[in-house]
């Protein structure tokens, strides 16, 4: 084989990776780079990325091979139609396939690519050195069509010989971070974590803590170390109150994290059954907030929101400072109702009662608005102020987010909400609504053994609140069961797109649209 | 060629028809004696300027591509160019028309901003802009010169959510139903709201308290008429224009009603001899009492003989040309009035002494105690 020919085979092949690993690529960072949970979700996953692209490789190889065998070619014709079907087969791949997410170009994932690029470039020269044959056109051929396939395994190897220089980075980040916060002596420290309403506790508390305080909060869902570095990067000595939120998705993720924060108060906002695959059961869900009660310094103060058993265990574990919240402790809510604009309710503080108003959806954000008053009102922020706040609020995007449509459709954006208790939350507010309910799910993912009978739940719960309720995803038989087992209506859809088409034929003014889980490619 | 710079969009939740204000102006402003220049002030507040923001329809799918960003400079009558943080002078400024209406605009926001570049401006000075945007400090100042409001109840968050029960009493012993909520600084008709019932009038603060931190419960009038009236001076003299009637279809116009819909006008309104001079007398006292400048126009609540006012516009949409002119021409010959107007004014008020050396500063710093 000629230079020439090598030269086209490792551009060609570059030109493949870089068109079919678009959708692969952008699993890998919803994975958090982790190989571990990298390929179950290639392969596994609701779309099966891998398998297709298997058979797209597969049939590309063997029509290569059927002009490699059958034709006889000389080498610009062969080249020459090589080119066309790499076009080809990449142009169909991509037009096909569609990436509901796409990939961030972060420095992190720009160094992974193109370290998987020229580890390629590296496979394709040994294999062209090593074949050194008359025959070297079947094996320039097998290479760019298996190059697809074995991207993945490329990706991986790249993450691993990135692993050293992530891990120096990771910890010189962590240990600026570390020393901007520790620089800070009077800042108030606030640590939030949970399996549902870190978000929103979050952006209230932060609501209510800027009418006394100048407040930084880790934006968005920022909730892994690197996340709260990029925070703290900018200096925080003009603030008076750090509020980070925590994710736990595995046993140590939230040691690290009050490492770098050193929270002085300490929030949990429910346990539930989530993320048991990686921590192991809800003890081991227990054990990875009760890491945060742990890793209190200075003061310690801890709010726990009386929602499940779970955290009233922990509350009475906990050697610190402790407050209550909710049922039993020193804010509530009563007498709520839910309207089309919100929650009427009536805040408990202590003795008195003070009756207002939310424009939020769910009286699970209502415990929301109580966790983060609670804390507010530690931190002796004004009552009325916090009354004043309580009325402005908004939830987080995609979080039971109320959008009033021109065409008099009411949406409720549910999409981020991925743990039943919100899903059981939301759909019983929207279920007191008027007009006709429609509901679009794929489910809750990531249950472990648990996950038939919670979707089988999320079915008969959304049944019995919704008109009709559009399954899709892998979990649309177990949630179709659960809607056929109390008697609701219910259809099975492929994807969003005939989601939209299905809905826009049969919307009329008044209607009302959940949307829960819509996930990214990951699942 | 006088510059003459023209200002629109703004921060503020009336930022779309600020535009077809503000561009409107731009295209009707003679063109043989002043060359009008854009200033667009985009929703997050950064300033414009280009030929481009001239054309309607450039701002269906706002870029800021081919636009050069501008700003002003204290004492400095000149417009400055900014092109990655350095500044380059464009042009002397010969005088500002500010077309923004509502949030931070209207309000004496930029009138501050002219005042401290030294450049003449048509729209009102900062008290009377100020006072115009508060519904209450509107009240306040008319019923001190004498003009008709309505009753009405003041609110703020802050405490209202404290003693909700106690402050829904004093307004129900204050007002009786209906009622109308209304957020004290906002313009058109955003967040407005009428109240029947004591549910409909918790809902309705409610609602308002989400766009403002202050708001106004004033009674609700019931067959009642809505007159406008716009008023400028020029030259020594107030023109006070002809009265226009608003038809309205609900009890308030919501703000789709006002600008997305054509709300039915008669024009000049069918009010007999009395009352109508006794509504342009008002509005002149008004504008001369409370000291506007530029274009304003006064809302009035007619109920039989009773005249209230029910807000003043210190920058009215399209400056309420159409109140005074038939046509585009005559709009353009007002412009040129108003902008000499301008400029005489700021001539007058450059009379005054504005510094003044005590020398107080070259006493000896031993003899200044602390």
């Not at chain 1, 079919?20 to 690529?25: A, L, P």
């Not at chain 1, 049939?59 to 080119?83: D, E, G, H, P, R």
């Not at chain 1, 079947?138 to 396939?149: E, R, T, W």
Request: aromatic content about 10%.
């Amino acid at each position: 084989m000629t230079l020439k020919n090598a030269i086209t085979v490792l551009v060609l092949s570059t030109f493949c990776l870089i068109f079919f690993s678009c959708k692969i690529n952008a699993i890998f960072q919803q994975c958090g780079y982790k190989i571990k949970e990298f390929f179950p979700a290639i392969i596994n996953g609701k779309t099966r990325p891998m398998l297709k692209v298997s058979t797209y490789s597969l049939t590309f190889c063997v029509f290569l091979l059927i002009i490699v065998l059958f034709l006889s070619v000389n080498n610009t014709v062969f080249s020459s139609a090589v080119f066309i079907l790499v076009c080809l087969h990449c142009g169909i791949y991509c037009i096909t396939t569609s990436v509901i997410k796409n990939v961030k170009l972060t420095h992190r994932f720009l160094r992974i690519f193109i370290t998987a690029i020229l580890l390629n470039l590296c496979f394709c020269t040994a294999t062209t050195l090593l074949f050194k044959t008359p025959k070297t056109h079947y094996f320039a051929s097998l290479y760019l069509s298996i190059i697809p396939v074995f991207y993945p395994v490329l990706l991986s190897l790249a993450k691993i010989i990135n692993l050293p220089y992530d891990f120096l980075r990771y910890k010189i980040s962590v240990f600026r971070c570390e020393k901007i916060i520790a620089k800070n002596k009077n800042l108030i420290k606030i640590g939030i974590t949970g399996s549902s309403g870190k978000t929103s506790v979050k952006n209230f508390l932060k609501k209510m803590l800027e009418t006394k305080y100048s407040v930084l909060a880790t934006p968005m869902s920022f909730n892994t170390p690197l996340g709260i570095c990029k925070t703290v990067k900018g200096g925080i000595e003009n603030f008076e109150v750090f509020i980070a939120e925590m994710g736990a998705r595995y046993k140590n993720d939230i040691k690290t994290l009050c490492k770098i924060v050193k929270p002085n108060v300490g929030v949990i906002t429910s346990i539930l059954c989530q993320h048991t695959k990686t921590l192991g059961g809800i003890d081991g869900v227990k054990k990875a907030k009760n890491r945060l009660i742990e890793g209190l310094t200075g003061q310690k103060v801890a709010f726990f929101n009386n929602s499940s058993k779970e955290n009233f265990d922990l509350y009475n574990k906990a050697e610190c400072k402790k407050f209550l919240v909710g049922d039993g402790g020193f804010v509530k809510f009563k007498n709520a109702v839910q309207t089309k604009d919100g929650i009427d309710f009536e805040l408990v503080v202590g003795e008195k009662t003070y009756r207002t108003f939310t424009p939020l959806l769910g009286f699970h954000n209502l415990e929301n608005v109580c966790t983060a008053t609670a804390v507010a009102l530690y931190l002796q922020v004004d009552i009325g102020k916090i009354l004043s706040v309580i009325p402005t609020l908004s939830p987080p995007k995609h979080r039971a987010e109320i959008i009033k449509t021109t065409s008099g459709v009411t949406v409720i954006d549910d999409g981020y909400n991925a743990n039943i208790k919100g899903i059981i939350s939301t759909a019983t507010a929207v279920g007191k609504l008027d007009g006709e309910k429609f509901a679009v799910t794929s489910g809750i993912v990531e249950l472990g053994e648990e996950s038939e009978n919670l979707n089988l739940k999320v079915g008969q719960v959304l049944g019995e609140n919704f008109s009709l309720v559009i399954a899709m995803g892998i979990n649309a038989n177990s949630i179709c069961d659960g809607v056929k087992s109390v008697g609701g209506k219910f259809i099975q859809l492929a994807d969003m797109k005939s989601v939209k088409t299905y809905l826009s034929n049969k919307l009329k003014k008044g209607d009302v649209v959940a949307f829960f889980n819509d996930l990214p490619d990951a699942y | 060629m006088k510059n003459v710079l023209v200002f629109f969009g703004g921060v503020s939740c009336e930022h779309d028809v600020s535009v077809i204000t503000g561009v409107m102006t731009l295209n009707a402003i003679c063109k043989s004696e002043y060359n009008a220049v854009p200033v667009y002030v985009s929703r997050s507040g950064e300033w414009f300027t280009g030929d481009k923001l001239k054309d309607l329809s450039f701002y269906k799918e706002f870029k800021s591509d081919g636009l050069k960003k501008c700003v002003l400079l204290p004492m400095q009558d000149t417009l400055f160019l900014l092109k990655s943080n350095k500044l380059k002078p464009l042009f002397k400024v010969y005088s500002a028309i500010n077309c923004m209406h509502g949030g931070y605009g209207e309000g004496g926001e930029f009138t501050a901003i002219f005042k401290n570049s030294k450049i003449p401006f048509v729209c009102p000075d900062l008290f009377s802009s100020a006072l115009a945007m508060d519904k209450e400090f509107t009240k306040i100042a008319l019923s001190s010169i004498g003009v008709n409001c309505l009753p009405y109840v003041k609110l703020h968050r802050d405490n209202y959510y404290l003693k909700r029960d106690y402050v829904l009493k004093v307004i129900r012993k204050k007002l009786d139903f209906p009622v109308v909520i209304k957020p004290a600084k906002l313009g058109s008709s955003i967040g407005i709201s009428v109240a029947k019932d004591d549910r409909e009038l918790e809902k309705g603060i409610d609602f308002a308290f989400k766009f403002d931190e202050k708001i106004v419960v004033e009674k609700g009038l019931e067959n009642f008429r809505e007159i406008n009236c716009a008023v400028y001076k020029s030259g020594g003299y107030t023109n006070v224009s002809e009265l226009e009637e608003v038809e309205k279809s609900e009890e308030i116009l919501s703000f789709s009603d006002k600008y997305k819909i054509p709300v039915k006008k008669t024009f000049p309104a069918q009010i007999d001899g009395e009352i109508y001079s006794r509504i342009k007398a008002i509005s002149g006292a008004i504008y001369r009492k409370l000291a506007f400048s530029g274009v304003i126009r006064i809302d009035f609540l007619l109920r039989e003989n009773q005249i209230f006012v029910n807000e003043i516009n210190s920058i009215p949409g399209s400056m309420a040309y159409y109140l005074f002119c038939k046509d585009f021409n005559e709009y353009s010959t007002m412009l040129s009035k108003l902008i000499e107007e301008s400029v005489d004014n700021f001539k007058s008020s450059a009379l005054s002494i504005k510094t003044f050396d005590g020398g107080i500063l070259n006493l000896s710093s031993s003899k200044i105690r602390k």
